[in-house]
């Protein structure tokens, strides 16, 4: 059986060690209260900018020659000359000889066209004077004659109409046979590039043969695919418009002016686009950055202009309306006209004024009123709730 020491002495310190742990319970001061701090919604922003903004139209092309022509003979012989400058890629001057045929069978034949105009005229000058006679002898007898009326074949008109006649196929004989001869020469139509050059020194020919084929430099031409909802940005479907023109050159970016001068008028069946053609004057002009044919370019069509646009990130909108900060760092909703969506962007015409301040921060459950706070840099994460929000 226990004593009473055993019993007592854990008793005793059990009761000690709750009157220590009451004292120091006792000792200990009561938390101070802090007043109740107000956290808001901690945003970004930046101010809209409304200003006249131009709807340009982006499209594509190559570029190809306005004109350009093949070269074919018309007329028959062997080929006796051919230009340094006929070859391909070789600038040529209008009027420039390409190409010689020979000619001895067209210079004999224009001889003998101008011998038998120079029969056909001696002839018909006998003619006329023979006429002549006729008629004066007509003018001497006619008072002694029974008949009032001479006869045409009397007064010889027949006789002078056949010569007349034979004179003047005469004179078309000649005519052909010099042009026949200005056809051994073949000349540039215009000022152009040589884009292929088919016959060499030596050969044959055929009315039909081809020497090659030019390309004019005076003009270049761009079809620009345009699709059918973005030509309502554009004046009078683009006709007159100015287009810039942008290309690699060398590695390096090139810029050329040209203007819209049509439209083909139909829907492409293929690629459903209208295509609008665009001018470029002189394209081989500028040495240095040449527009070359079949050069791939990428086109901005100057279209409508707005007198007070603004472009607001398309992810901001949300049902046609905006989150804007005001003056008293509340939140209030603004109603937009949305005239186009291009490039990530939004365009509006109306809603907001210049300087607006747009909340770029994403807010979770946004009312109209809401009080926020504006991220200056000044706060930091631990005195106020961030409230921008990744997408």
Do not use: C
């Not at 002009?285 to 202009?305: E, H």
Request: proline share 5%; net charge neutral; glycine share 6%.
């Amino acid at each position: 059986m226990a004593s009473k020491k055993q019993i007592f002495l854990p008793i005793a310190v059990l009761l000690g060690g709750i009157g220590v742990a009451v004292a120091f319970s006792a000792m200990k001061q009561p938390p101070e209260e802090k007043p109740e701090q107000v956290v808001h919604p901690l945003v970004e922003a930046q101010p809209i900018v409304v200003a006249p903004m131009q709807l340009n139209v982006d499209s594509y092309g190559l570029v190809k020659p306005k004109y350009s022509t093949e070269l074919v003979a018309q007329v028959s012989g062997q080929v006796i000359n051919v230009s340094d400058a006929f070859v391909k890629g070789g600038f040529v001057k209008k009027g420039e000889v390409l190409a010689r045929i020979d000619p001895n069978d067209y210079e004999a034949a224009l001889i003998e066209s101008e011998a038998n105009l120079a029969r056909a005229s001696s002839a018909l000058e006998i003619e006329q004077a023979q006429a002549h006679v006729a008629k004066k002898e007509w003018q001497r007898i006619k008072d002694n004659a029974n008949a009032t009326i001479p006869s045409e074949l009397y007064l010889r008109k027949p006789q002078l109409a056949e010569k007349l006649a034979s004179f003047r196929a005469a004179q078309a004989s000649v005519k052909r046979a010099k042009r026949n001869l200005e056809r051994t020469y073949i000349k540039a139509p215009y000022d152009a590039i040589i884009a292929s050059r088919d016959l060499s020194l030596g050969s044959v020919v055929n009315p039909g043969s081809i020497f090659g084929e030019l390309n004019a430099i005076s003009v270049a031409e761009v079809r620009l695919p345009v699709a059918d909802n973005e030509l309502q940005y554009l004046v009078d479907g683009g006709i007159n418009a100015d287009v810039t023109l942008t290309a690699q050159v060398e590695g390096k970016p090139a810029q050329w002016q040209g203007k819209i001068v049509r439209s083909e008028g139909v829907i492409d069946q293929r690629s459903r686009m209208t295509y609008l053609v665009a001018q470029v004057q002189g394209p081989y002009s500028d040495q240095r950055t040449p527009l070359r044919f079949g050069a791939y370019l990428n086109a901005t069509i100057n279209g409508k202009v707005i007198d007070n646009a603004a472009a607001i990130p398309q992810h901001l909108v949300k049902d046609g309306r905006i989150a804007v900060l005001n003056s008293d760092e509340t939140l209030s909703f603004k109603a937009l006209n949305v005239v186009r969506e291009y490039n990530g962007k939004s365009i509006i015409d109306n809603g907001v004024s210049d300087g607006t301040q747009l909340i770029t921060s994403a807010l979770e459950y946004p009312t109209e009123g809401m009080q926020l706070k504006l991220n200056d840099g000044t706060h930091s994460v631990a005195d106020t709730q961030l409230a921008l929000k990744e997408e």
